[in-house]
């Protein structure tokens, strides 16, 4: 669709969505009073500015359907997002809102390189979260034979993997290492499967880890990118023409880049936090929803062909980002780090600890097998010392901070099935183990 045309299609959609959540859901009605706003004031994109955000713990404050826009009995599914403390957040889909998200997703798959009649082996969890079901909606509306095979269970994913021949491989970053690297226990080759794409988020990862996932499984692997409170996953995702960039179901989902601290909005290419408004949702419309994830926007158009609006990857969620002395750095930025390593494989834990009154910051990683063994199998060797001063010398030159590295033998890390967990807070437990 051409830039100018969308750009109608935008407008009309939320001056409707404005008009919706003012009459059907109080908080909204409330929050525009409290703004001196109306929604027959929004008369162009740019009148967006005018309404107020929408934060996690509206969402909270709300469960678990405060915030919903229509009956009850029109609701045909619920996720929810498990909550790192408290309840969860919970979200509505009308079966139009169902059809919505199948289409937003089908598009995302064909964006990715998967086509009518392939097969998708669909390794993000069901349940809930919504990764699993999100993909298997779209992968039937694009026509493809989905293998709900969830998370978990590795080697019967293999053999699943070996005989159903899926072009198409979705599921986390984390957890398709996982899968490449049973593999190769089990002897098996993971760059002679029938999988030609992957189709991997829900997490942040780095251009590394995309080089190490395409590498060892001989496929072209694309970043997808959504969140539960905007519809799932296909918010968002590159196309495999171009890997350069994520692009954006703008027609559905309007993007806004803020500074955290000043709320302003910020130019195309500046790093900030994602906004969203949602522009045809009937169960849970969503005004200027505060995502807490960092990344930038870009209008340009894409080789590809598409016209909607680009980010960038996530750096992280604003809540992961380490500070140390004074110094900020996301874990995806240390993982680009460690991926340009050889002696050590891409798992790791970031450990936050307490050192008397100093807060401490561990980076856990694990020695490949082949290291392991030139070290007779004994870490404390001289040269896991040489190795600790290289990881610690290559996170200082690219990341700019000095972290305490921990090295592991192979295997010690936490495996992922699902989103991996790269920041442990030890200072709670240490504090009530004192
Ligand atoms: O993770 C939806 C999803 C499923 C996306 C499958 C992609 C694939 P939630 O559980 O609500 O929804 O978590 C949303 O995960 O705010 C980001 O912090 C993070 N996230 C999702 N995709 C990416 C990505 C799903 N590609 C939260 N890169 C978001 C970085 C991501 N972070």
Not at 48 to 66: A, E, M, N, S
């Amino acid at each position: 669709m051409g830039v100018e045309e969308k750009e109608r299609l935008q407008l009309e959609r939320l001056k409707k969505t404005a008009q919706t959540v003012y009459e059907k859901v109080p908080f909204y009605k409330k929050k525009f009073e409290d703004s001196n706003i109306t929604p027959d004031q929004i008369n162009s994109l740019e009148d967006l500015k005018k309404l107020p955000f929408t934060k996690k713990q509206d969402l909270r404050d709300h469960y678990p359907f405060g915030l919903f826009a229509v009956d009850q009995k029109d609701i045909v599914r619920l996720h929810a997002s498990s909550g790192t403390s408290g309840k969860p957040t919970v979200v509505g889909y009308t079966k139009s809102d169902i059809e919505l998200f199948s289409e937003v997703v089908a598009r995302a798959i064909a964006a990715s390189g998967g086509e009518p009649g392939n097969v998708l082996h669909n390794a993000y969890g069901y349940g809930l979260f919504t990764g699993g079901l999100g993909l298997h909606y779209g992968s039937e509306q694009l026509g493809m034979a989905t293998v709900p095979v969830s998370g978990g269970n590795t080697q019967r994913q293999i053999l699943l993997i070996e005989d159903f021949k899926p072009q198409v491989i979705c599921g986390t970053p984390s957890y398709i290492l996982n899968i490449a690297e049973t593999m190769e226990k089990m002897g098996k080759d993971p760059r002679n499967t029938s999988l030609k794409y992957g189709i991997f988020g829900a997490e942040p990862w780095s251009e590394e880890m995309r080089q190490t996932l395409e590498e060892k499984l001989n496929i072209k692997a694309v970043d997808i990118y959504g969140l539960s409170e905007i519809i799932g996953p296909g918010v968002s995702i590159e196309c495999h023409e171009a890997q350069d960039g994520l692009h954006i179901a703008d027609d559905h989902f309007y993007a806004e880049v803020i500074d955290p601290e000043t709320l302003q909005p910020l130019p195309d290419g500046e790093y900030g936090e994602l906004v969203f408004t949602s522009l045809t949702k009937e169960a849970f419309p969503i005004i200027r929803y505060r995502t807490g994830d960092i990344a930038a926007i870009n209008s340009e158009p894409c080789k590809c062909g598409r016209t909607s609006v680009r980010m960038s990857r996530v750096k992280g969620r604003i809540d992961d980002m380490l500070i140390i002395r004074g110094v900020n750095v996301f874990p995806s930025e240390i993982e680009n780090c460690l991926l340009q390593l050889e002696e050590i494989v891409p798992h790791y834990q970031i450990q936050l600890k307490r050192d008397g009154t100093m807060d401490q910051v561990v980076l856990q990683v694990e020695v490949s097998e082949k290291v392991f063994d030139e070290c007779s199998q004994d870490l404390s060797h001289l040269m896991m010392e040489g190795l600790k001063s290289k990881i610690q010398h290559t996170i200082k030159t690219n990341c700019l901070v000095s972290i305490d590295v921990d090295i592991q033998k192979p295997n010690s890390v936490p495996r992922s099935e699902g989103k991996a967990v790269r920041v442990v807070d030890l200072r709670k437990e240490e504090a009530l183990q004192k």
